[in-house]
């Protein structure tokens, strides 16, 4: 049986009208879909404008670092007190080693190295019996040939005697064939005679040139000096000869004149124009660093060499308190002679191409000009400008290869900026 009471009908109709009507949950999710396209659309133009500003601080910065940035320096007007610096070797005066001129055994030494000596001052003395019994001999043979000479001699004079006797007989006392036969006889005894002298003057240079040897027993000092070197000592061997040209005879002694010395520098040739005779220098030797001596050019080799492109330099200098010594190294500071006129820069601000020597400066806007320059000399760090600089030049200092006139560059600040936390911090 069916129930038609009206409460039963309100539910079905409630079902229905919630079956037709939108539900609420799919409008709110439209909603949503909407508003992330937005925030997406949003984040798309703005990720373009950081894109595009980024663009354009990478063109601003790639322009900015294709201007090259230079330093510049001013030139120096005068070359005043300019000095070249150069290594130099320090030699003596005079310097001898000596050898023996006689082959024997060292009998005594007098003076050791480091001892002062006069001229003529007996070294040592060698004992040479070889020697001392060849000069016996040329002087036994000596004397016989005097007494050989006597003997000639006494037979020219009879010789002669007979001669004259003969000639000046009267006529028909002696044949002409015994007069010719005396006279023959007295030139026979004369150059007897004349062969003794000359066998005797022979003995003589004999003896006389081993006397000689025999005063070379005894090793003297050539000049006033010091001994620098003994190289040998009592009963030593002695062979006569220097050791130069294939002798093999030790060098006995060696003595050097220290009280003026010879410097010797070998100068560049780029360095070498101002080097002349009467140029001052100072002498700094490295056991000495709080000593400078003085010395003067004396000469030069007026030649280049060819291995080494340097000119030889020689300068003199006193040695009173004996501080200088033979085979020191020194630095030897050329005092340069002054020229007011011409302008100073520094050796990295040349620029060398096939002009020749070029300078660049710093024209109007910050563009480059090439100044084709004559240079003098060379002051080491720097370089004498004779002629194409002017003094109000702005000169690029240590400038590119690539530089070329007319192209834009930035001048370096000499003192960077400080950073932003110290400047905080002031």
């Known amino acids: 049986m069916l129930d038609t009471h009206p409460h039963h009908v309100e539910p079905k109709l409630e079902t229905r009208a919630s079956r037709t009507d939108p539900p609420p949950r799919?409008?709110?999710?439209?909603?949503?879909?909407?508003?992330?396209?937005?925030?997406?659309?949003?984040?798309?133009?703005?990720?373009?404008?950081?894109?595009?500003?980024?663009?354009?601080?990478?063109?601003?910065?790639?322009?900015?670092?294709?201007?090259?940035?230079?330093?510049?320096?001013?030139?120096?007007?005068?070359?005043?007190?300019?000095?070249?610096?150069?290594?130099?070797?320090?030699?003596?005066?005079?310097?001898?080693?000596?050898?023996?001129?006689?082959?024997?055994?060292?009998?005594?030494?007098?003076?050791?190295?480091?001892?002062?000596?006069?001229?003529?001052?007996?070294?040592?003395?060698?004992?040479?019996?070889?020697?001392?019994?060849?000069?016996?001999?040329?002087?036994?043979?000596?004397?016989?040939?005097?007494?050989?000479?006597?003997?000639?001699?006494?037979?020219?004079?009879?010789?002669?005697?007979?001669?004259?006797r003969w000639r000046d007989s009267p006529k028909g006392v002696v044949s002409e064939q015994e007069t010719e036969s005396k006279k023959a006889e007295f030139g026979s005894a004369d150059a007897r005679y004349n062969a003794a002298i000359a066998e005797a003057n022979v003995n003589q240079s004999q003896v006389d040139q081993l006397t000689a040897l025999e005063a070379f027993k005894r090793i003297v000092a050539p000049f006033d000096g010091i001994v620098t070197a003994r190289n040998t000592d009592v009963g030593a061997l002695i062979n006569a000869g220097s050791g130069v040209g294939g002798g093999t005879g030790p060098q006995l002694f060696r003595v050097a004149d220290v009280r003026q010395m010879?410097?010797?520098?070998?100068?560049?040739?780029?360095?070498?124009?101002?080097?002349?005779?009467?140029?001052?220098?100072?002498?700094?030797?490295?056991?000495?660093?709080?000593?400078?001596?003085?010395?003067?050019?004396?000469?030069?080799?007026?030649?280049?060499?060819?291995?080494?492109?340097?000119?030889?330099?020689?300068?003199?200098?006193?040695?009173?308190?004996?501080?200088?010594?033979?085979?020191?190294?020194?630095?030897?500071?050329?005092?340069?002679a002054d020229n007011p006129g011409a302008l100073r820069i520094p050796t990295s601000a040349l620029i060398f191409r096939e002009d020749g020597a070029q300078v660049a400066i710093l024209g109007p806007g910050n563009k480059v000009e090439l100044k084709t320059v004559k240079l003098g000399r060379n002051l080491g760090t720097e370089f004498e400008v004779l002629q194409g600089l002017a003094l109000s030049d702005t000169v690029i200092n240590s400038p590119p290869d690539s530089l070329s006139p007319g192209e834009v560059v930035k001048v370096a600040k000499d003192t960077p900026p400080a950073p932003a936390h110290e400047a905080e911090a002031n």
């Open 26 to 164: 799919a409008s709110k999710s439209r909603w949503v879909v909407f508003i992330a396209l937005l925030v997406a659309v949003g984040v798309a133009i703005a990720g373009i404008l950081v894109r595009r500003h980024e663009a354009s601080e990478v063109t601003k910065w790639t322009a900015e670092q294709a201007v090259p940035t230079v330093a510049t320096v001013k030139s120096k007007q005068g070359v005043n007190g300019q000095q070249i610096v150069l290594p130099g070797d320090i030699e003596a005066w005079y310097e001898a080693p000596i050898y023996a001129r006689v082959s024997g055994y060292l009998n005594a030494w007098y003076f050791d190295f480091g001892a002062h000596v006069k001229k003529g001052a007996l070294l040592a003395e060698i004992d040479a019996p070889d020697l001392d019994a060849q000069l016996a001999a040329a002087k036994a043979k000596l004397v016989s040939a005097k007494a050989q000479v006597k003997v000639r001699e006494a037979e020219r004079n009879f010789a002669e005697t007979t001669y004259t």
């Open 262 to 336: 010879r410097v010797f520098v070998q100068v560049p040739q780029e360095m070498s124009a101002g080097m002349r005779a009467g140029l001052t220098a100072d002498l700094v030797l490295p056991q000495y660093p709080d000593k400078t001596f003085k010395a003067i050019v004396a000469t030069t080799a007026e030649a280049i060499n060819k291995t080494s492109r340097t000119l030889l330099v020689e300068l003199h200098a006193r040695n009173t308190d004996n501080l200088l010594q033979p085979g020191t190294f020194a630095q030897v500071s050329f005092n340069l």
